[in-house]
């Protein structure tokens, strides 16, 4: 199995402040990387696929980069909705596989 | 918009068959334009895929539980099916259906989500 490391496991962060979240996999995914956003007692949230193509209807201060084993998801203007945990996931090959998810609360 | 809802049963005895549907609306599970998939998520902790059938009936399991898995669809009621044998205290968690996208094989439509329980 493909193993998806995230980092930081939590930051904290005002409103307006931009944050970065990396995701590492063990091996190659190419470009097959997509970002969740899940909020508590609700399902995830798709925001970005194939590493930096943003789903349709998600705020552009969401962008995506990377490519082989390193990744990353960046928030510019943090907003106080987007307080929530982020889940990398790779699409490369099955099992598909999540991150441990990083948290993003409020400093 | 696909709507996809999770039902089933919300507590399972330990050594019994978890099984839950999911009911697709908006959108037909014999399109061919997704994969449909199973995600678990333990109490606090991080999400897992489980597995995912297409139109046909091809499946896909993630080999942790393969031996234990069985997804399944029916068509003529546009709902699939999961069903998780020999449960433990392990198999707690909250069981979503979701569409996969071939491509990069994401998941951009996702069900409410249901709490199982494993317990006796």
């Known amino acids: 199995d493909i193993q998806m490391t995230q980092s930081p496991s939590s930051l904290s962060a005002s409103v307006g402040d931009t944050v970065t979240i990396t995701c590492r996999a063990s091996?190659?995914?190419?470009?097959?990387l997509n970002w969740y956003q899940q909020k508590p007692g609700k399902a995830p949230k798709l925001l970005i696929f194939?590493?930096?193509s943003l789903q349709s209807g998600v705020p552009s201060r969401f962008s995506g980069s990377g490519s082989g084993t390193d990744f990353s998801l960046s928030i510019s203007s943090l907003q106080p909705e987007d307080f929530a945990t982020y889940y990398c996931?790779?699409?490369?090959?099955?099992?598909?596989?999540f991150g441990g998810g990083t948290r993003v609360e409020i400093k | 918009q696909v709507q996809l809802q999770e039902s089933g049963p919300g507590l399972v005895k330990p050594s019994q068959t978890l099984s839950l549907t999911c009911s697709v609306s908006?959108?037909?599970?014999?399109?061919?334009?997704?994969?449909w998939s199973w995600i678990r998520q333990h109490p606090g902790k991080g999400l897992e895929w489980l597995g995912y059938?297409?139109?046909?009936?091809?499946?896909n399991y993630n080999p942790s539980l393969r031996s234990r898995l069985n997804i399944s669809v029916d068509t003529s009621k546009n709902q699939f099916s999961l069903k998780l044998t020999s449960v433990t205290p392990a198999d707690t968690a909250v069981y979503y259906c979701?569409?996969?996208?071939?491509?990069?094989?994401?998941?951009?439509?996702w069900g409410q989500g249901t709490l199982v329980t494993v317990s006796s």
């Open positions: 996931q790779q699409g490369y090959i099955t099992p598909l596989t």
């Open positions: 091996q190659s995914i190419v470009k097959y």
């Open positions: 194939g590493a930096s």
């Open positions: 979701a569409t996969t996208y071939s491509g990069y094989s994401f998941s951009d439509y």
């Open positions: 059938i297409d139109y046909s009936g091809s499946t």
């Open positions: 908006d959108a037909s599970i014999s399109s061919g334009a997704y994969y």
